[in-house]
T-cell receptor
Framework: GAVVSQHPSWVICKSGTSVKIECRSL??????MFWYRQFPKQSLMLMAT?????????EQGVEKDKFLINHASLTLSTLTVTSAHPEDSSFYIC?????????FGPGTRLTVL | QKEVEQNSGPLSVPEGAIASLNCTYS??????FFWYRQYSGKSPELIMF????GDKEDGRFTAQLNKASQYVSLLIRDSQPSDSATYLC????????????FGSGTQLTVLP
């Protein structure tokens, strides 16, 4: 149980384009999901908390107009990186909250050329 | 600022040995403690969580918590090469994983 999927697993895009990443809880409903970013050799950094039916809560320093989060259902949250630039290249990981434990998706590796 | 500190390693142990991973945290209000394992290029996988002082065992893994010392550790008995990964300590307040703060991780290598 507690399986979380992400799509796509990797994406390469040109600078200036937008990329959407999906996070799904497959066997449970998640009112709360989280989005993290991880640069090489570094730990996970929380970007935002996504709550179903309400606006996401962004961490300090994360641009909410650049990283658009939508949590329209209890099993799906999406992160859209708008006008992506090479510095946005990173490993994006979502997690879903179940019974006070976060379960992580497999991650999406974004490369912006 | 809430901080979670881990020895970055790398930590190397021979196969069959006990690997000991340590974590300290600064926020005395922390109530929940998690250990995640992350293989290279993969996302974190939950190993254990612990809420109360003392030891908690799950198979080859034992988590130890000492809130007075603000210290949590993970012991891996009979270490296997497949245990080679980065181990992340994560801390949250008030019995919930809603606000996890991660340490930088300890890279463990188990030598065959």
């Amino acid at each position: 149980g507690a399986v979380v999927s992400q799509h796509p697993s990797w994406v390469i895009c040109k600078s200036g384009t937008s990329v959407k990443i999906e996070c799904r809880s497959l066997d449970f409903q998640a009112t709360t999901m989280f989005w993290y970013r991880q640069f090489p050799k570094q730990s996970l950094m929380l970007m935002a908390t996504s709550n179903e039916g309400s606006k996401a809560t962004y961490e300090q320093g994360v641009e909410k107009d650049k990283f658009l989060i939508n949590h329209a259902s209890l099993t799906l949250s999406t992160l859209t990186v708008t006008s992506a630039h090479p510095e946005d290249s990173s490993f994006y990981i979502c997690s879903a909250l179940l019974a006070d434990t976060q379960y992580f998706g497999p991650g999406t590796r974004l490369t912006v050329l | 600022q809430k901080e979670v500190e881990q020895n970055s390693g790398p930590l190397s142990v021979p196969e069959g040995a006990i690997a000991s991973l340590n974590c300290t945290y600064s926020d005395r209000g922390s109530q929940s403690f998690f250990w995640y394992r992350q293989y290279s290029g993969k996302s974190p996988e939950l190993i254990m969580f612990i809420y109360s002082n003392g030891d908690k065992e799950d198979g080859r893994f034992t988590a130890q918590l000492n809130k007075a010392s603000q210290y949590v550790s993970l012991l891996i008995r009979d270490s296997q090469p497949s245990d080679s990964a980065t181990y992340l300590c994560a801390v949250a307040p008030v019995g919930s994983a809603r606000q996890l703060t991660f340490g930088s991780g300890t890279q463990l290598t188990v030598l065959p």
